[in-house]
């Protein structure tokens, strides 16, 4: 079956670690996007990326960092310069269009904890 | 600026009732779209249904219902005969300008009661 692998389901960082939460898609979409959402909220755009080679920072890029090296993968990292990264990533994929309403669809999440 | 608001934190239903779900937008651009997700307890985010500014028709798919009032910049999501399975987060989003790039709202519970 078509999809969005996450993985890990959870995950722990201890202080001064980068971290590393892989996002791989077999639907053969062109755009890629990586989401923050904290209890109770919303989602919050980090990074998202059109095309290969190519990504562009969304509202809350600050202490993260992607590549996007194969049309499949879109790996997050999360660095030591983000003080707060206790949170659900959601990784999301769609076709690429300038107008009209494709969905994106979704991982099942990466639950981040600091120990 | 883009953004969108959900003013019911959270709401309940009584099974096999229908159920109104609030969502408000703002945006400067002529063509938008407004997606509504929903989230089970699980975390993944699933794709209900999508309503495009231009289109005449408010947007359906099977109990799911779009009552989208341009002139107000409101996009309902109307849910009917509820489930025991409906029980869960539900989110608006825009779509911001282009590349397909969604504004979500703060969300609403909903639970649904036998």
């Known amino acids: 079956d078509g999809g969005i692998t996450q993985s890990p389901k959870y995950l722990f960082r201890k202080e001064g670690q980068n971290v590393t939460l892989s996002c791989e898609q077999n639907l053969n979409h062109d755009a890629m996007y990586w989401y923050r959402q904290d209890p109770g909220q919303g989602l919050r755009l980090i990074y998202y990326s059109q095309i290969v080679n190519d990504f562009q920072k969304g509202d809350i890029a600050e202490g993260y960092s992607v590549s996007r090296e194969k049309k499949e993968s879109f790996p997050l990292t999360v660095t030591s310069a983000q003080k707060n990264p206790t949170a659900f990533y959601l990784c999301?994929?769609?076709?690429?269009?300038?107008?009209?309403?494709?969905?994106?669809?979704f991982g099942d999440g990466t639950r981040l904890s600091i120990l | 600026a883009q953004k969108i608001t959900q003013t019911q934190p959270g709401m309940f239903v009584q099974e096999k009732e229908a159920v109104t779900l609030d969502c408000t937008y703002d945006t400067s651009d002529p063509s938008y779209g407004l997606f509504w997700y929903k989230q089970p307890s699980s975390g993944e985010m699933i794709f209900l249904i999508y309503?495009?500014?231009?289109?005449?028709q408010n947007a359906t798919e099977g109990r799911y219902s779009l009552n989208f009032q341009k002139a107000r910049k409101s996009a309902n999501l109307v849910i009917s005969a509820s489930q025991l399975g409906d029980s869960a987060m539900y989110f608006c989003a825009l779509l911001s300008g282009g590349y397909n790039k969604l504004i979500f709202g703060a969300g609403t519970r909903l639970a649904v009661h036998p």
């Open positions: 309503q495009g500014s231009y289109d005449q």
């Open positions: 999301a994929s769609s076709i690429a269009s300038k107008s009209s309403g494709q969905p994106q669809h």
